[in-house]
């Protein structure tokens, strides 16, 4: 044996020596952990009824149906978020989602969008990019005051050094575009105020996702539409194992079914991601629009 080939396999032997032994400690570590054994066998089971190119098939059919193209939406998205300096789109990146790509759909083959609503601005990157995908549009978009209760207590945002760096680097973001406009308010106040007068021609609903808050929203966003407005709602889960106000619950599913069995809207749903490993918390976006009831 040439001392190469015996270098070559003494390493390949380490390399094996040490696979086996990553494969062993996560092994161990499953089986000290049987509820996660049973997600794994749960996630295997899920893929195998309909696996990610199945679910993708599905999405794109959605899209179709709306008059939207899956694929140039994403290959358009990309170019904004690099004109954005921001990632690549990728469904695992932070909060990057199907929400993006059906904006850049509707910024592709939609060329009526004025105006348009976001309830929820969190650190203003959804809004950036809203603003760049209809960069000729209004966008407004709301969040809670930066003293409200529920503001500092949610989304990490406890610690006050912490918060007011995330507030600096909101506001800077949005002062960088000049067609945003940011209110700061309860989002059950929008019919209080000036807005509303307004109709507009896209509305995201993306503030709390529990009751009564999302039933507000969406009912506020109704009467915030006209008859082509779409309104896209995030964050739908079918079931929860336990629900809250602000970031889980049923709400949103219950409220939109409940106006789609009435015959007051064309809802759709779409999933939010479609990896693999989303399918043990599977989550929906709704895109909806007014039935015409002006007759009645
Ligand atoms: C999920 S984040 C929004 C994410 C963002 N729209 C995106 O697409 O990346 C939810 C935001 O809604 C805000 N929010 C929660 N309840 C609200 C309310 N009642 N009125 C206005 N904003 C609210 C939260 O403060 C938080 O910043």
């Not at 089971?45 to 193209?69: V, W």
């Not at 407004?140 to 406890?158: A, F, M, V």
């Amino acid at each position: 044996m040439t001392s190469m080939s015996f270098i070559r396999k003494n390493s390949n032997a380490r390399i094996l020596i040490k696979e086996s032994g990553m494969m062993a400690f996560k092994l161990l570590k499953l089986i000290k952990n049987p509820l996660k054994i049973i997600n794994l066998i749960k996630l295997e089971y899920l893929e195998f009824r309909c696996n990610t190119n199945k679910r993708i098939d599905s999405q794109t059919k959605i899209y179709k149906e709306l008059g939207l193209q899956r694929d140039k939406s994403i290959k358009h998205l990309n170019v904004i978020l690099k004109q954005l300096g921001l990632n690549k789109y990728d469904e695992d990146y932070g909060m990057y989602s199907e929400h993006l790509i059906i904006f850049a759909g509707i910024a592709l083959e939609k060329k009526n969008i004025d105006s348009v609503l976001e309830i929820g601005t969190y650190d203003a990157i959804s809004t950036t990019i809203l603003s760049a995908l209809f960069e000729n549009s209004k966008i407004y978009t709301i969040d809670l005051k930066n003293n409200d209760p529920i503001y500092k207590q949610t989304y990490s945002r406890e610690d006050s050094e912490i918060r007011n760096r995330f507030n600096i680097a909101r506001d800077k973001i949005i002062a960088s575009r000049n067609n945003i406009e940011f209110i700061q308010m309860n989002s059950l106040a929008i019919m209080q105020t000036t807005l509303r007068k307004k109709k507009f021609d896209l509305i995201w609903i993306d503030g709390a996702h529990g009751y009564p808050f999302v039933c507000s929203d969406i009912m506020n966003s109704i009467a915030l539409a006209h008859q082509s407005t779409i309104i896209m709602c995030d964050d739908i889960w079918e079931s929860v194992d336990k629900s809250d106000q602000i970031y889980k619950s049923i709400a949103s599913w219950e409220t939109l079914n409940c106006l789609k069995y009435a015959e007051l809207i064309d809802l759709y749903f779409f999933l939010k991601r479609v990896g693999k490993i989303h399918l043990n918390n599977k989550k929906f976006i709704a895109y909806f629009k007014l039935k015409d009831l002006s007759t009645i």
